[in-house]
């Protein structure tokens, strides 16, 4: 994990209970709530067959050997299992993640597949105030179209917000300070899209890892653990157990090449994500949403996220308390693909927040992102814009770049999912438009490594952050 860029770019407090319709949450002693009906149990529908589905694999598709046939009889009742859970529409969802090669996919941690998964959503206890087949559907909604994955904040509904803001003021008596916890509920809008764009990698491109964390997260432990090689995070064994203990993730080693780490949300995910199982709106965020974004966020920002002010705290690279820097995306996005991502930084920012020029021309920024696009990767860019509310500083968002195009004029087109645009299908930008816009892309070492040696990246961003001290000083 190496980069080079401007990092100033940007409870278990109290005892406490939300009344969930059917269910009761305590915030220190968990869920009560009513059986799930049974679905009904549905005739056995045989769809295995060698014939290659006669629709396009999508471009966000691993370059992978896809097997499209239930092989055995293990496969077989597993597949079964869930159709039986589902109603019509779900089934049709389910035939296709079969015959699009997606449900077979074994490309996880532990080499388990998609189908073996979701058969432990249903099969295994989930958390109390979750319940298993709204999780089962919400797969096979990712599976059938992935750019269903939003940053897009829920709402919480009238009969717990009282409760809620109590969690968030530390049962405060001060009106003031409860008006204005209940404004931030109404009108927050999340910063997590550094999350929700590997979020939405992960989920197409490391596919049966994506629906083993889904498992973990959505247990009652509301965890998972992966194994990650240490080079992934640098090249020193050294440097790699100062990273992981420098944000504070939990984890042990095995070796000097590897380790195991802990994921988990913070613990006020799971009060959203039981909300949204009841309450959840069109064009918001997921169970799997809420708890995937929490989880990242936590990883990136050394474990201290809250889910309900969408708030993490400043640390040793920067002062802010809102998103993901770079620096962070780029440490989340190494651990849980365990790979070795480069940011690379393109626009230089003055010490007033705004573009100053640009680190390479607009040719060799394109030919780096189409080289990556080659290697069959997703690229997660942070690109700006001037604020005018801001006195015109540089304002950012997170996407990922997923393909390219020319069009009938002959102009260059990327092809972008963005979590904020309450569009669940993906966006085409003009070259034009994208490339003066990109701030910092996330790269293969080995095309970011052309032009450059890179410091390593936490050496770089500490070495940044103090300067930045220094000068305010």
Not at 252 to 260: I, P, R, S
């Amino acid at each position: 994990m190496k980069t080079s860029f401007n990092s100033k770019m940007f409870l278990y407090m109290y005892m406490a209970s939300v009344d969930f319709q059917n269910l009761n949450v305590f915030y220190s002693q968990g869920v009560k709530r009513k059986a799930t009906p049974q679905t009904n149990i549905a005739k056995d529908l045989s769809i295995e067959t060698n014939q290659v589905p006669s629709f396009r694999q999508a471009a966000y598709t691993t370059p992978i050997t896809l097997r499209t046939t239930l092989a055995n009889k293990d496969e077989r009742k597993k597949y079964d299992g869930l159709f039986e859970e589902l109603d019509g529409p779900y089934r049709k969802k389910l035939e296709f993640a079969l015959k699009s090669g997606q449900l077979l996919k074994n490309n996880s941690n532990d080499k388990s597949t998609v189908l073996d998964n979701l058969y432990k959503i249903i099969k295994n206890d989930r958390d109390p105030g979750l319940d298993k087949t709204t999780i089962l559907k919400e797969c096979l909604d990712i599976l059938a179209n992935p750019y269903v994955i939003t940053q897009t904040c829920e709402d919480i509904p009238n009969e717990y917000k009282k409760s809620i803001i109590g969690l968030v003021t530390g049962l405060s008596t001060d009106p003031n300070e409860i008006a204005k916890a209940g404004w931030d509920l109404d009108n927050m809008h999340t910063g997590t899209c550094p999350a929700a764009s590997i979020e939405f990698d992960l989920a197409t491109k490391h596919t049966a890892e994506f629906f083993r964390m889904v498992e973990g997260l959505t247990s009652p432990e509301n965890q998972v653990t992966k194994k990650i090689k240490m080079d992934s995070l640098s090249e020193k064994s050294s440097d790699a157990i100062w990273l992981l203990t420098k944000f504070k993730t939990p984890h042990k080693m095995n070796g000097f090449d590897e380790a195991e780490v802990l994921l988990k949300p913070d613990k006020n995910a799971i009060i959203r994500a039981r909300i949204q199982n009841h309450h959840r709106d069109k064009g918001e965020r997921s169970i799997i949403d809420v708890l995937m974004q929490s989880t990242l966020m936590q990883l990136g920002s050394q474990q201290t996220y809250n889910s309900l002010t969408d708030k993490r705290s400043p640390n040793a690279w920067t002062p802010e308390d809102g998103g993901l820097i770079d620096f962070e995306k780029t440490y989340v996005e190494s651990v849980v693909e365990d790979k070795n991502t480069t940011s690379v930084t393109y626009q230089k920012v003055d010490e007033n927040g705004k573009l100053a020029g640009y680190e390479k021309d607009f040719k060799t920024i394109k030919k780096e992102l189409l080289d990556t696009l080659n290697l069959g990767q997703n690229i997660i860019i942070g690109y700006t814009w001037p604020d005018p509310e801001n006195d015109n500083k540089l304002a950012g968002h997170e996407i990922t770049i997923v393909d390219y195009k020319t069009n009938e004029k002959g102009e260059g087109i990327f092809i972008c999912q963005d979590s904020d645009d309450d569009i669940a299908a993906p966006i085409e930008l003009s070259e034009k438009f994208l490339l003066p816009k990109i701030h910092h892309a996330g790269l293969p070492d080995e095309i970011a490594s052309k032009d450059f040696n890179y410091e390593e990246s936490w050496g770089v961003s500490l070495d940044e952050f103090q300067n930045m001290n220094k000068k305010q000083q």
